[in-house]
């Protein structure tokens, strides 16, 4: 079923183990579980997954832990031969903003469609499951997207090598 509005991606998801930057970040201002609105999300994060284990935990925490509150998480297992589906439903019992869809393997692309036809946020913004965003994130690309009445807004992101 589609939606009556418009659905805009928020921010572009750049290579893997990114953390990005924002040159401008405003004061935080926490709010309570009770004024997240779960039906109405400001931002919808789209997460395709698979075989993702050793780093998930981590995106997944990197999305928890964003300063704007009112987002929902969306991962989408693309039928993952690894323990994901099973990592992501634990999560998801514990945040009512996370959505977990299991899905035979299709690809990333398929599963990213899968998301965004099941996301409600007013933008939508792919995330890797192997990318790390900086807490301030969503809300910095949020306002910025409200500020200049944007339909896609683009960040930087920093690149860490592994070691060894």
Not at 46 to 63: I, M, N, R
Not at 122 to 138: H, N, P, T
Request: net charge negative.
């Amino acid at each position: 079923m589609k939606h009556s509005y418009k659905k805009w991606m928020l921010g572009l998801a750049v290579s893997s183990v990114a953390i990005l930057s924002f040159v401008m970040i405003k004061r935080n201002v926490m709010i309570s579980a009770e004024e997240i609105d779960y039906d109405n999300p400001k931002v919808s994060i789209v997460v395709p997954v698979y075989k993702a284990e050793d780093y998930l935990d981590v995106c997944v925490d990197s999305l928890q832990n964003q300063t704007l509150k009112d987002i929902e998480m969306i991962f989408v297992d693309d039928d993952s031969p690894d323990n994901c589906l099973e990592i992501l439903k634990g999560y998801a019992e514990k945040d009512k903003r996370i959505k977990v869809i299991h899905q035979k393997n299709q690809g990333a692309a398929i599963a990213r469609q899968t998301g965004t036809d099941a996301a409600r946020g007013e933008y939508i913004k792919y995330v890797d499951s192997d990318d790390i965003l900086d807490k301030r994130a969503c809300k910095k690309c949020y306002e910025e997207a409200k500020k200049y009445n944007a339909d896609i807004v683009v960040h930087s992101a920093y690149n860490f090598a592994k070691e060894g």
